[in-house]
C-alpha cells in the first residue's frame, strides 16, 4: 500500500468545491478498501489566492474530517506554482506518491485506479490524457490543439492532450527539487526527467459548477513559458531570418546597381515605403523575441520565491 497524497490547486472554486471535495474523499476511501492507499493518504487543496469564499470552504472540510488539508498561498502566484507548493508539501510527509487534478475534477478521478497499478508495476510518472474533449467549446478544443502543436514545433517535449493530471512518484517529486526556475511549465519539466512513464485514457468532462479560471491569457503565458524555457528555436529563426533579409537587400543593391549602369532609374516611393515598413516591422518582431527570454532571464535571476505559504491546516 501506497501513502498517496491528491493535490488539488484551488482559485475561485467556491462553486464547484463542495461538491469536488465529496468526489475526491469516495476515490480516496475507495483506493484504501482496495489495499492502494493506507489511511494516512490525504487530499490537500492548494488555494493559489482566491478571492471568493474557496478558503473559508477548505477549513470548513479540514474539520470535518482528516482526509483533508489545506494550504493558503498569500498572493495568486499561477496554476503551476499551486501545484508545485502541494506536491512538495506532499514530499515533506513522506508520501510515496502524489496525484495532481484540478478543482473542477473534468479530469476523470476513475482513472487514478490504473495510474495505481502501472505505479506499482514501475512508472513512475503515469499522466492523464484526454481522448475526447467533446464537453470543451469549439475555442477550448482548437486552441488547446494549437497549444500542443505549437510545443511540438517549437521542440518542446510535452505530451499531447495531458494538462496537469498525474501520478508522480517520490523519486520523480524529490527530482522536481532540482528544477529551481521561477517560470514554472510542469508539462514540460516532467518528461525531461527521464523516468519511466505511462498513460492512462480518458474522456473529458462537463464542467458541473462555476466557469474555467484558465483565461485565454493564462494559456498564452503558459505556451510562452514553456517555449522560452525549453526551446531555443525562436532565437535560430531570428538568425535565419536575419540571413534571409541580408540576402535579399544584396540581391535588391545589385538590381538597383544594374538599373543605374544601364542608365535608367528605379521609379516607384511606394515601393521603398513598403519595404521599410516590412523590414521594421521584421525588427521589432525578432526585437520582442529577444525580449521574451530576456525578461525571463530577468525573472530569474532575481531569485524570487515561487510561492509563499500564508496558512497551513494540517
Not at 544601364?262 to 525578432?286: D, E, K
Request: hydrophobic content about 45%; proline content about 1%; some cysteine.
Amino acid at each position: 500500500m501506497k501513502r498517496v497524497a491528491f493535490v488539488i490547486p484551488c482559485y475561485n472554486e467556491e462553486q464547484i468545491l463542495n461538491e469536488s471535495s465529496e468526489k475526491l474523499v469516495k476515490k480516496l476511501i475507495d483506493l484504501i478498501n482496495s489495499g492502494l492507499a493506507t489511511e494516512q493518504s490525504f487530499i490537500l487543496f492548494v488555494d493559489d489566492g482566491s478571492f471568493d469564499k474557496t478558503w473559508d470552504i477548505i477549513y470548513t472540510l479540514t474539520q470535518n474530517s482528516n482526509f483533508y488539508k489545506g494550504l493558503k498561498l498569500s498572493n495568486n502566484f499561477g496554476h503551476q506554482a499551486a501545484i508545485l507548493t502541494g506536491m512538495e508539501y506532499a514530499l515533506e510527509k513522506d508520501v510515496d506518491c502524489a496525484v495532481t487534478i484540478d478543482a473542477d475534477l473534468q479530469d476523470d478521478i476513475s482513472v487514478i485506479n490504473e495510474m495505481f497499478e502501472l505505479f506499482n508495476k514501475g512508472s513512475e510518472i503515469i499522466y492523464g490524457i484526454r481522448d475526447a474533449r467533446n464537453e470543451d467549446s469549439f475555442f477550448k478544443r482548437n486552441s488547446a490543439l494549437l497549444f500542443y502543436k505549437l510545443m511540438n514545433l517549437m521542440g518542446a517535449n510535452v505530451i499531447f492532450n495531458h494538462a496537469d493530471f498525474r501520478l508522480v512518484g517520490s523519486k520523480a517529486l524529490k527530482a522536481l527539487k532540482s528544477y529551481n526556475e521561477n517560470c514554472l511549465f510542469l508539462r514540460g519539466i516532467f518528461p525531461h526527467m527521464g523516468f519511466k512513464t505511462a498513460k492512462v485514457f480518458y474522456g473529458r468532462k462537463k464542467r458541473e459548477a462555476g466557469y474555467s479560471q484558465y483565461t485565454l491569457k493564462k494559456m498564452l503565458k503558459l505556451a510562452l513559458n514553456g517555449i522560452v524555457a525549453f526551446s531555443a528555436i525562436p532565437l535560430r529563426f531570428i538568425s535565419a531570418l536575419g540571413f534571409l533579409t541580408t540576402f535579399i537587400a544584396l540581391g535588391v543593391l545589385l538590381y538597383a546597381l544594374c538599373v543605374k549602369i544601364t542608365g535608367n532609374s528605379i521609379a516607384g516611393w511606394a515601393s521603398i515605403v513598403i519595404a521599410i515598413v516590412l523590414f521594421g516591422g521584421v525588427q521589432l518582431l525578432c526585437l520582442g523575441i529577444i525580449g521574451e527570454y530576456l525578461s525571463r532571464v530577468y525573472i530569474e535571476v532575481k531569485r524570487r520565491p515561487r510561492y509563499i505559504i500564508d496558512e497551513v491546516i494540517d
